[in-house]
Every structure is written in C-alpha cells, then in structure tokens.
C-alpha cells in the first residue's frame, strides 16, 4: 500500500508479519485504556493528518475511522511511539463508548490470576 | 509449542500470524500505561499462574520474564482480555523503571498531530 507516512517515522516502525503496529488507545480525560487497535503505515498517516482515530480491520481486510458509522468518535489528543517501534499510545477524546457491545472499554473479560506473589 | 493454558481461554484468543496477542501492560497504582508486549498461549498462562508477566520476545524468539535481568519485575494485579480476543490489558505493580532506556514508560516519542479537529 503506497503511503505518504513521514518516512522518518516509517524507518522507525517495527510490524507484525501483516505489517501492522499495535495501537494503545487511552481516553484523555480518564487515563482509561479503552481498546487496542491496529494501524499499518497508511493508517497511521491518515490517524496523525486527519486527528480522526484510524485503523486497520484484520477481519475485515480494509480502513476504518472510529465512528463513521457508530458516531463514536475518537478525536486525536496525540501519539507516541514506544521504544522498539511496534506500539503506539493514541490518546484520544472518546465520543460514547469505546467497544462496540456498548460497554466504557473493550477489555470486560477478567481472566483469573491465580498463581504468584500479589503484592 | 504445548501449552497448558485453559482451553476456553485459548479458545477466545485471535493470534496474529505468528501466534500472538499484544499485551498492553498498566501500572496499577497510577494508570499509566507503561509497555506493550507480546504473548503467545504459554506466555499467558505462565503470566496468569505465577503472578509474574511473562512475554514472547519477537526479536529474542524466546520467553522472558520481565525484570529476570533487570530486576524491574511486574507482580501481575488483573488480567483482562478484550471482545475480540486480541489484545490482553496486563495491570501490574512495577518495579523500578518500566522500559529498558531508564524511562518510567516505553512511549517516549512524541509523533506529531497535524489535522483535524483537535477539541
């Protein structure tokens, strides 16, 4: 896929074998994580030129702005880059909910710890 | 690679295509969101049964636990997986520094924002 991406922040990149990064996306006002999506280059550009939150679908095989069609919006606060290239944190002002079952964030399914020293 | 994490659990999972899912690990007491990782079925049950976050190493192709070396380990609070499986929320209590740089967190570079309707 051609892309206009910085390619300053491209070189920096460090992908999946489907040429994706994990994108953290955190609500600005609550410091919630609210769900993990993915970007490749070209969503990335349009995530940072556009301020809109965009991702690519695995399932579906194509782009996708947060709210296009549920009016959950995501308005872009800012990005960062981890270390090692292969996660941005997007930190975003969230319109409604984040999860598309309706719930605050995606991450509802408490698996159970039950080994170890918890402090 | 054999595994014995529950089967129900590896059942809801959605891999990429060398068998992971990202782990977007929080710190507990402040929220911050302080690294992303990656974990197959056996980094997560080991994770889930000793209490301690345990990755795969994409780069390393090899397990670790994280601060085995550094001594910045992660006692594991919660672990909760998202609707579609992909993505792990890891809340931990960190020891130390959460990135191999020094730095508290792995996202220290900023990327800028230059579009959109920045509310």
Redesign the interface.
């Given at each position: 896929m051609k892309t206009d991406l910085d390619p300053a922040?491209a070189a920096?990149l460090?992908r999946?074998?489907?040429g994706?990064v994990?994108a953290?996306v955190?609500e600005h006002d609550t410091?919630?994580?609210l769900?993990?999506g993915w970007m490749d280059d070209e969503a990335?550009h349009r995530?940072?030129?556009?301020?809109?939150a965009t991702y690519w679908s695995?399932?579906r095989q194509e782009y996708w702005v947060k709210g296009a069609t549920s009016g959950h919006h995501q308005?872009?606060?800012?990005?960062?880059?981890?270390?090692?290239g292969?996660?941005?944190?997007v930190t975003v002002?969230q319109v409604g909910a984040a999860?598309?079952?309706g719930?605050h964030t995606?991450?509802?399914?408490?698996?159970?710890?039950?080994?170890?020293?918890?402090?």
């Open positions: 922040i920096r460090k999946t074998p489907d994706l994990a953290i955190r410091g919630d994580v769900m993990l990335l995530t940072l030129t556009t301020g809109r695995r399932s308005y872009v606060k800012s990005v960062a880059l981890d270390c090692d292969d996660a941005l944190l002002e999860c598309h079952t719930e995606c991450f509802h399914t408490e698996l159970p710890v039950t080994g170890g020293e918890r402090r």
